[in-house]
């Protein structure tokens, strides 16, 4: 059986996890979450990294970080997972969907500002497959309407958009460590990247609880108190010390994943050519980090086929999101501004293929193999 995914393992975790086991100190904020926090500060670029038990976390920190409240209302689009959505809702937001582009099946920068109404608090643009969005016009949008910007970068760890890293371009970026990702933190992680320096303090307060303890670790104060409402978004440094060993070959994962990547786009070219599917498009301006791999189907009964195909030959691909706004819960929290041209109809074609670091090439043969004689 190849599956769909497999955790990224690189051969170091286990003596990192024995180091930190060794030096008596297991919780949050040890001496691997330094280690990563500071890597990310400098790879990326941003004034404060700070781990965190998962994206949704970073993004529940997020949503309490700019003070969201009751009526104020959130642009993301439909094409993502909950927890994009679920962190502003538990703020009680209403969520404005924003159709996808066909193209990188992420926002369409063109249509949100037709969604921004004066109850408009922040933009949520995601990352999807790791090709950062039109920033430069999402960043204009929201200086012109006075608007926080959340990057759900959560798959696009290690990806850049005109040079910039993924993350470090809105006030708040949040990336995930979840097994599925690039990089993991032994099962389940994340990290909120603070860009705005103006909101580094008190991220480091909601993130320890509601108290200044992080100030109080550093010797910045001599007792430390309560301060604000807050929660525990930390991430135990035996996690840490997984992530640091991948980490520590962010470069060699992500020429591989790209190595993967390529073989995929070129040994399907001509099945592309043919017209019976589609290929991923890379814009100019972002260098993506190969999270996923995808193909289109003409519909979804095509797509049905082709699954059920592979599944005969023990490959496991997958589809994605079910839109948010025609769930149960994207009825009730949310609403779709303007036509639902694309997020509805390109989710149904879309067929992720299996992409993870430890896939062998032998195993990527015979995925592409059986691709091949299903189309021939
Ligand atoms: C994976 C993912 C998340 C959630 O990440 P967790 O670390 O599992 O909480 C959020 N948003 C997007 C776009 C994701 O792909």
């Known amino acids: 059986m190849i599956p769909f995914n497999a955790p990224p393992v690189v051969g170091t975790e286990i003596d990192y996890m024995r180091s930190a086991m060794s030096s008596g100190k297991l ?10 926090q500071q890597w990310m500060e400098q790879r ?32 993301m689009p439909s ?3 909950v927890s994009t959505a679920n962190a502003f809702v538990l703020r009680g937001a209403t969520i404005v969907f924003v159709d996808v582009r066909p193209d990188t099946m992420n926002m369409d920068e063109r249509l949100i500002e037709a969604a921004i109404t004066p109850q408009t608090r922040a933009i949520v643009p995601v990352h999807y497959a790791g090709v950062v969005c039109e920033m430069d016009a999402i960043m204009a949008l929201a200086e012109k309407y006075q608007l926080y910007v959340i990057e759900d970068a959560a798959q696009a760890v290690m990806s850049t958009y005109k040079g910039r890293a993924a993350g470090s371009i809105g ?18 992680g994340g990290a909120t990247l603070i860009n705005d320096k103006a909101l580094v303090d008190r991220a480091e307060i909601i ?16 007792k430390y108190t309560w301060r604000d409402i807050g929660s525990s978004y930390l991430m135990a440094d035996l996690q840490a010390a997984y992530l640091w060993a991948q980490l520590e070959q962010a470069n060699q994962i992500n020429a591989q994943r790209l ?24 814009p100019a301006s972002a260098e993506h980090n190969a999270h996923m791999f995808y193909i289109k189907l003409h519909d979804s009964d095509a797509r049905s086929e082709l699954i059920g195909w592979l599944k005969e030959a023990d490959i496991l691909a997958v589809f994605h999101y079910i839109p948010l706004h025609s769930s149960p819960a994207g009825l ?13 109809r390109e989710s149904e074609r879309l067929l992720r293929l299996p992409l993870f670091y430890n896939l062998s ?9 059986s691709l091949l004689s299903y189309f021939s």
């Open 361 to 369: 090439d032998n195993n990527q043969g015979t995925v592409i193999n």
């Open 207 to 222: 993130r320890e609880k509601g108290t200044n303890r992080s100030q109080f670790f550093r010797g910045q104060v001599d």
């Open 44 to 75: 990326f670029g941003c004034s404060r990294a700070l781990l965190t038990p998962s994206c949704t976390a970073s993004l529940e920190m997020a949503a309490l970080l700019i003070d969201i409240q009751p009526g104020d209302e959130v642009i």
């Open 332 to 344: 009730r929290f949310g609403r779709f501004s303007g036509e639902d041209r694309f997020t509805t």
């Open 27 to 36: 919780c949050g904020d040890g001496g691997f979450t330094r280690r990563c």
């Open 171 to 188: 006030h708040i970026g949040c990336f995930s460590f979840h097994e599925t990702k690039n990089y993991t933190a032994g099962g389940e």
């Open 79 to 81: 094409y993502t997972f």
């Open 259 to 282: 190595k993967l990547w390529q073989r995929y786009y070129d040994a399907l070219q001509p099945i592309a050519a043919s017209g019976r599917i589609e290929l991923p498009a890379l």
